[in-house]
């Protein structure tokens, strides 16, 4: 019996515990400008409350995973490859697991075209970078300069299919 009541009063903390996470992550996700946020921000901002500061990363994932007005994005094909996921992240496109609410996600043309809009951005600087390494004759800085624009091209194609 006293277990029971145990239990019971453990099952009530967790769900008040719960309710307070998901009043401030949706609060939270509909007040971003940017309505995809990353998992590890969002959990980061939830543990700022008090009454949530010892939530669970796999518990609250479970439950943002099952919530009906949240969107869980895992990262991109793209971003299984290192060198791409360097990439990435430098255009602002975190490689992690994203979080939006479901009534603010992009869709996946808008999507597409934002990461070919920064790609594009990105390469136009690589492109200035490489110009003004040639005229120093910076060849260990040539050489990285290339290599970063061999992985931008190769998201870039990826990127079309997308």
């Known amino acids: 019996m006293y277990n029971d ?3 019971h009063v453990m099952e009530r903390c967790w769900f008040m515990i719960l309710e307070a996470a998901e009043q ?7 007040q971003i400008s940017n309505p995809l946020v990353s998992f590890d921000s969002l959990l980061s901002y939830i543990r700022q409350d008090k009454a949530c500061e010892g939530i669970d990363e796999g518990e609250f994932m479970h439950f943002v995973r099952h919530h009906a007005l949240i969107r869980v ?5 793209l971003a299984q490859d290192p060198a791409h996921a360097r990439m990435l992240e430098l255009m602002g496109v975190p ?3 994203r979080v939006a609410l479901a009534e603010r996600m992009p869709g996946r043309h808008e999507i597409g075209s934002q990461m070919r809009e920064q790609l594009a951005l990105m390469i136009k600087a690589l492109d200035t970078a490489l110009s003004e390494a040639e005229e120093a004759d910076n060849m260990e800085r ?3 300069i290339n290599r970063l624009l061999s992985t931008a091209e190769k ?3 990826q990127l079309e299919q997308f």
């Open 73 to 77: 994005i895992e990262p991109v094909g």
């Open 95 to 97: 490689a992690g697991t």
């Open 24 to 30: 401030r992550c949706l609060r939270y996700l509909g």
């Open 5 to 7: 009541a145990v239990n």
């Open 142 to 144: 040539i050489q990285k």
């Open 155 to 157: 998201l870039s194609e």
